[in-house]
């Protein structure tokens, strides 16, 4: 943790004057990210982790370290992908054997990441984090055929195929502290070929076993700040169900679009701080 990081039972203090208007800037971000999230099927890291690593900064409070930041993401997504997952259920788009062996690959490699992580360097965590959400962005932008929506239980999938590409996704998503699903979802929706809302349903249950991995990882090694953590749960269990209502009733397309846009403004962000810091 970084001098002048104070922490006090839930926010952080500044120059030992705690700042209401930190609070709310943190439960924002939360409650956007995790807006999105439900919305997309993702963990809503792809927003956040860019988010709480400027915003606050930007406005003159706390600076957190990239490690901070994967901690707290880690925590978040699990309780945002509850959310979101109890949203969708009774659908018909949540896939349980999908869940099953990608989330038991997930799990693992989620597991060997956040323990990794605590080895590298801050600035290989974000190297890390950028290369990831470039290789999804360039995934939901080439072109691919448009699927019918169609319950779960009527899709199949190669099973060996889906566990390893899971697991890759796992150690790197357990590094940055993301569920993973920024990668994970391009990855169901191009070679796995699944129909969009079966995607973002099920990936939402994946990514929750996913953040078990990370959250414990994150919590064992000391990189979760509490404070800010619990906020950002906060604001997650109230946005995520509302997100995830308004992505069952939007055009497919137009999801893929905000996905693939967040993704790649995220990308760029990341690279953009990574090179100003080299020059």
């Keep these: 943790m970084e001098e002048g990081h104070i922490v006090v039972p839930f926010l952080i203090s500044k120059g030992n004057v705690v700042d209401i208007l ?46 901070e930041v994967a901690g707290i993401s880690a925590v978040q997504v699990f309780f945002a992908t509850i959310a979101g997952v109890w949203a969708y259920r009774g659908t018909g788009y949540l896939h349980k054997q999908l869940i099953v062996y990608m989330g038991a690959s997930i799990l693992l490699g989620s597991f060997i990441g956040a ?70 979802v391009p990855i169901m929706l191009t070679v796995l070929k699944l129909p969009t809302r079966v995607t973002i349903a099920t990936s939402l249950a994946v990514m929750f076993i996913s953040s078990i ?44 679009w905000i996905l693939a846009i967040l993704i790649l403004a995220s990308s760029l962000q990341i690279w953009w701080d990574i090179l100003r810091g080299l020059l």
Excluded: C, R, W
């Excluded at 860019?50 to 003159?60: C, D, E, K, R, V």
């Excluded at 995934?139 to 779960?152: E, H, I, N, S, V």
């Excluded at 404070?227 to 999801?255: D, E, H, R």
């Design 213 to 256: 991995g990370s959250t414990v990882g994150k919590v064992a090694t000391d990189q979760v700040l509490y404070g800010p953590a619990i906020v950002m749960i906060i604001a997650s269990v109230i946005s995520a169900p509302f997100g995830a209502k308004l992505g069952q009733k939007m055009n497919t397309k137009i999801l893929k």
């Design 22 to 67: 930190f609070i709310i800037t943190i439960f924002l971000i939360g409650f956007i990210g995790s807006f999105i999230s439900g919305m997309v099927g993702v963990g809503g890291s792809i927003i956040k982790y860019p988010m709480l690593l400027f915003i606050p900064p930007l406005l003159g409070f706390a600076t957190f370290t990239a490690h």
């Design 115 to 184: 323990f990794a992580s605590n080895l590298l360097q801050e600035s290989a965590v974000n190297v890390v984090y950028a290369v990831l959400a470039t290789i999804a962005a360039i995934m939901m932008f080439l072109p691919k055929k448009q699927l019918p929506d169609q319950p779960a239980q009527h899709i199949t999938f190669h099973k060996g195929l889906a566990a390893s590409l899971s697991f890759v996704v796992g150690v790197a998503s357990g590094i940055v502290g993301a569920a993973g699903s920024f990668l994970l």
